[in-house]
């Protein structure tokens, strides 16, 4: 069976701090990786998604992620946290390369002034 | 732009009232999803659907049903809505590699 956990429920940096958000998968088989944005009474929104090829992956508003086999891990990354950053993020790994999507619990991200 | 709606943003339903959640897609997607959020689970999926009439269970189907007779169109039925269904419910669309979602319905039930 496939999962995903993402370390921290509640994540808090500086504004114009490194952001870094992690994402552990377990897979049979290399997976389709995933992070998904939600801001505050949105549905999600794709950041960005390593499906094969380069395992450095960059996405919208700054952030990427790096597809890490070995470690099994796909941390997101940004470099200087903005205000508006703030949000729920979640990691997700699809299942078997199918079309059904497993998602973490969520990280929401909290940016200090 | 891929346009995923809902019908409602929010709904205050009574307990044992049967529930319709509508969603549309706008992008001739074959696949349509059914999910739950609640606080310190993440995303859950109760129904997805594949082709019109068609459907298939997913992690917590127990409570709801589906019905997809045309393809912009999949709605989630609640047959007698229960307190722990209060949550809120996103449909999304798409293929293996991207899904587009919706933005949300927060279903609360009395």
């Known amino acids: 069976a496939q999962s995903v956990t993402q370390l921290g429920s509640h994540v808090s940096v500086s504004e114009g701090a490194l952001v870094l958000l992690r994402c552990n998968y377990s897979?049979?088989?290399?997976?389709?990786l995933f992070w998904y944005v939600q801001y505050p009474n949105q549905g999600l929104q794709l950041l960005l998604k390593?499906?094969?090829?380069?395992?450095l992956v960059k996405g919208i508003n700054g952030f990427e992620a790096e597809f890490k086999k070995s470690e099994t891990s796909f941390h997101l990354t940004k470099p200087s946290a903005h205000m508006s950053d703030a949000a729920e993020y979640f990691c997700?790994?699809?299942?078997?390369?199918?079309?059904?999507?497993?998602f973490g619990k969520g990280t929401r991200l909290h940016i200090l002034p | 732009d891929v346009k995923v709606t809902q019908s409602s943003r929010y709904l205050v339903k009574r307990t044992g009232e049967k529930v319709f959640l509508e969603c549309v897609q706008d992008m001739d997607h074959e696949n349509m999803f059914w999910y739950r959020q609640d606080p310190g689970l993440g995303l859950r999926l109760i129904y997805f659907s594949y082709d019109v009439k068609m459907k298939e269970k997913g992690d917590i189907p127990e409570g709801y049903s589906v019905s997809r007779e045309k393809k912009e169109r999949f709605s989630l039925i609640l047959e007698s809505a229960s307190t722990n269904q209060t949550s809120m419910y996103l449909c999304?669309?798409?293929?293996?590699?991207?899904?587009?979602f919706g933005p949300g319905t927060r279903l609360t039930v009395l």
């Open positions: 997700a790994v699809n299942r078997n390369r199918d079309d059904k999507i497993i």
């Open positions: 390593y499906t094969t090829g380069a395992t």
């Open positions: 999304a669309s798409g293929y293996t590699d991207t899904q587009y």
């Open positions: 897979s049979s088989v290399p997976p389709y």
